[in-house]
């Protein structure tokens, strides 16, 4: 019966472990963020209308607009924040 009931508690176990690992990140991520905020305003390059403007053109849900002068992953991500 006891081994039984060891049985019963590791998986809970290992699911606590993989929720705290993950809150820890995400604690570790959101300082590091707030960190760097404080640290230096953001800034903005001579490209970064490009990525903005490709951005809002799929975010439109098509690609009536986009001209191949930028890959789509990061303004993809910008479309989705």
């Keep these: 019966m006891a081994g039984r009931m060891d049985a019963e508690r ?3 176990r ?6 705290i690992g993950g809150a820890s990140l995400a604690v570790f991520g959101l300082a590091q963020r707030l960190v760097l905020w404080f640290a230096y ?19 439109s849900g098509s690609l009536r607009g986009y001209d191949g002068r ?3 992953g ?4 910008t479309a989705l924040a």
């Design 10 to 12: 590791r998986p809970m």
């Design 70 to 72: 930028r890959v789509p």
């Design 41 to 59: 305003p953001p800034v903005e390059y001579s490209d970064t209308s490009a990525y903005l403007r490709l951005g809002d053109v799929l975010a």
């Design 74 to 77: 990061y303004p993809a991500f």
């Design 14 to 19: 290992a699911a606590a472990r993989v929720w």
